[in-house]
């Protein structure tokens, strides 16, 4: 079964709208991050969440186009606002413990694939 | 600041032909690497990672990697490759080991085509 669970799996959206992407981790975890891989490139740190408090962002992101919830230890949201093509991309979420250890290595859900026209 | 460089874009290689992904590296202190294997539509898959002991780190489905101190590399290998090796593969770098503490870097990504 699915560790980290991330939905939608892939969306197309219109130019202007907004659209939240759910994280669900099935054990406590301390951390969630955020991460953007657009068409061809690399994976790109949007944010970090922590559960009470403010995401922090990453140059280059502000909190008004990607808002981020971390409500509990085991669920966050990322939102997408405003779109525009330039937004087309993987949203992973991931995160550092499962199940209270820490290995070092991050643990990725299977991504959000947005395509905005 | 922390980077890597994955300097092939593309590598081809034979079913059963040995095959190797580069990675070079930059950061402060001891790094801590890691390679990462993304399937088409898929998210990304822990394959290894070093952390610190022995040079050469074994991983999932027979791949393994070599940490090189004094060449900054950390070039993930295997013995013979498969078409389902086939794939995009990462590598990436963090500077430290403290719990939610500092990122991970990643590379631009090695595509590997294993062929018949």
């Known amino acids: 079964s699915a560790v980290i669970s991330q939905k939608p799996s892939r969306d197309i959206c219109q130019r202007g709208t907004s659209l939240t992407i759910q994280c669900q981790v099935d054990?406590?975890?301390?951390?969630m991050f955020w991460y953007r891989q657009q068409p061809g490139q690399s994976l790109t740190l949007i944010a970090t969440?922590?559960?009470?408090?403010?995401?922090?962002?990453e140059s280059g992101f502000v909190i008004d186009k990607f808002p981020i919830s971390r409500p509990n230890l085991t669920f966050s949201t990322l939102t997408v606002s405003n779109m525009s093509p330039e937004d087309s991309s993987i949203y992973l979420c991931?995160?550092?413990?499962?199940?209270?250890?820490?290995?070092?290595?991050?643990?990725f859900g299977e991504g959000s694939r947005l395509t905005v026209l | 600041a922390q980077s890597v460089a994955q300097p092939e874009d593309q590598v081809n290689v034979a079913e059963g032909n040995p095959l190797t992904v580069k990675c070079t590296y930059s950061v402060s202190g001891n790094p801590y690497l890691f390679w990462y294997v993304q399937y088409p539509n898929r998210g990304l898959q822990f394959l290894l990672k070093?952390?610190?002991?022995?040079?050469l780190v074994k991983g999932s489905y027979g791949f393994e990697a070599e940490f090189n101190k004094s060449q900054t590399s950390f070039h993930l290998k295997k013995p013979s490759a498969l078409v389902s090796d086939s794939a995009l593969y990462f590598c990436a770098v963090r500077g430290g080991f403290t719990g939610g503490g500092n990122k991970l870097t990643f590379g631009t990504g090695t595509q590997l085509k294993v062929e018949l």
């Open positions: 070093y952390i610190t002991g022995d040079n």
């Open positions: 991931s995160v550092e413990d499962l199940r209270g250890v820490v290995t070092g290595e991050l643990f």
């Open positions: 969440a922590n559960q009470g408090s403010e995401a922090t962002y």
């Open positions: 054990s406590q975890v301390t951390m």
